[in-house]
């Protein structure tokens, strides 16, 4: 009888150790630091949950995976909030539709009163309507699926495509100053419509009239017949900048080409994916062409500091570096999260309250909270409202290029309907 409850206590331990315990905070930090966290730990305090729907195996485990990594790192540093302990309780989406649907319910059962998640587009989309159901306020790092905010729980701590390629035509057309510019995108890729339109809608706003800067716009397969007519094509029409929102191989590509025919005098922009290792690695081959694409580096030194960055960002990269190594970069979807498990800390201290409602009535009020990836306010819809940063290499390194000078608002729903019924 002593043993089956000495063994029945050891397996209560180790349930509690692998659930994972974590709090933040961010612009009222130290306040809330002063408040919460410097208080002597009382082992009799409540304990509330926030639940990490993110993919640790399959197709998006590599963005998932960074994502955990911030919110670990915020987990470090952080334990408490209005006298709760918080822990974070993790399911795998596999990367899976169907699996995603199975680890939202079993999530959702556990009564998180956040939840944080997914990197995964259609993770995110299987879970709205769950987390909608269940009055859950839950923030995903990277989903840009303007689809996934469309009811009144789900936030993003990014930017939507739309938003990302109104910034991007910004720097195409005001900072460079461009009036040959070319698009070459794939042919049915839904990933980058909404970026794609979005360039193209805010560089006729600013050009005065339609496509008036765009002297090109071109679709393609990943062939090499396709990318060779594709770089013709841009030679042809006296195109100095082109984007050219397509992955490292069809990149990697078309610079062999321009370095063929020496035209490294062309810039090339980007998306957000160029900030990922492999592309990193692949440009050290093609040093001489300049790339920009949507990243906000949290690599800089002090001395390259730009408005996207904060103290939290900082913050953000010595303590990375003391948890996970110098040789441990992180990326923006390690930042993201973080500062997913920041906002919602501050909401439920904010709100003073885990009650669902009010966390995401404290959410909707924040103005200009600065986190590390820069300042948040979100609109009615859950998407922040921000300016568009750009990075660039320099030496291997991703460095800030430019943030727009304007906050760039997403669509919504019923503004995307209508301008797919004009198109129609």
């Known amino acids: 009888m002593k043993n089956g409850k000495t063994v029945k206590k050891i397996i209560r ?97 556990a009564r998180p009163v956040a939840i944080i998640g997914s990197s995964g587009e259609a993770s995110s989309l299987v879970a709205s309507k769950y987390i909608e159901e269940a009055a859950i306020p839950t923030i995903t790092p990277s989903a840009v699926n303007p689809l996934i ?42 990933t980058t419509t909404a970026a794609v339109e979005g360039f193209e809608d805010n560089i006729k706003k600013l050009a005065g009239r ?23 094509e841009i030679i042809r029409n006296n195109a100095d900048v082109c984007y050219t929102p397509l992955d490292t191989q069809i990149m990697d590509k078309l610079f062999t080409l321009v370095e063929k025919y020496n035209r490294t005098d062309i810039i090339f922009l980007g998306i957000r994916n160029w900030g990922e290792d492999d ?44 948890m996970y190594g110098s040789e441990d970069i992180p990326t923006d979807n390690a930042a993201r999260g973080y500062d997913s498990y920041l906002l919602l800390i501050n909401a ?24 590390v990836t820069g300042t948040f306010e979100f609109d009615q819809s859950g998407n922040i409202i921000r300016s568009v940063n750009l990075s660039t290499l320099k030496k291997g390194k991703i460095v800030s290029e430019y943030t727009t000078k304007k906050a760039e608002k997403a669509s919504d729903i019923a503004q995307i309907e209508k301008a797919e019924g004009e198109e129609e």
């Open 13 to 109: 331990a180790l349930g509690i150790v692998t659930v994972m315990v974590v709090v933040s905070g961010c612009t009222t930090f130290d306040n809330f630091k002063n408040t919460y966290i410097d208080k002597k730990e009382d082992i009799t305090n409540p304990v509330i949950t926030i639940g990490v729907f993110e993919p640790v195996t399959g197709r998006d485990s590599a963005s998932g995976k960074q994502e955990i990594k911030g919110i670990e790192l915020a987990h470090s540093i952080y334990n408490n909030v209005i006298g709760y302990e918080v822990r974070l309780l993790k399911v795998d989406t596999q990367s899976s539709v169907a699996a995603s649907e199975t680890a939202i319910q079993s999530l959702i059962e």
């Open 149 to 190: 905010t469309e009811g009144s729980y789900y936030f993003r701590a990014c930017l939507t495509g739309s938003q990302i390629g109104a910034g991007v035509a910004e720097y195409a057309y005001e900072e460079l100053g461009s009036n040959k510019i070319a698009i070459v995108r794939l042919k049915n890729d839904g």
């Open 279 to 322: 592309f990193v690695r692949m440009m050290k081959k093609h040093p001489d062409i300049k790339v920009v694409f949507p990243y906000t580096s949290v690599l800089e030194s002090p001395n390259e500091a730009t408005d996207a960055l904060t103290e939290e960002t900082r913050k953000f990269q010595i303590e990375y570096a003391n």
């Open 210 to 232: 339609k496509s008036a800067a765009i002297c090109m716009n071109l679709e393609i397969n990943d062939s090499n017949e396709d990318i060779d007519n594709a770089f013709k």
């Open 348 to 371: 439920i201290h904010r709100a003073g309250s885990i009650e669902g409602r009010d966390i995401r009535e404290a959410l909707h009020a924040f103005e200009n909270i600065k986190c």
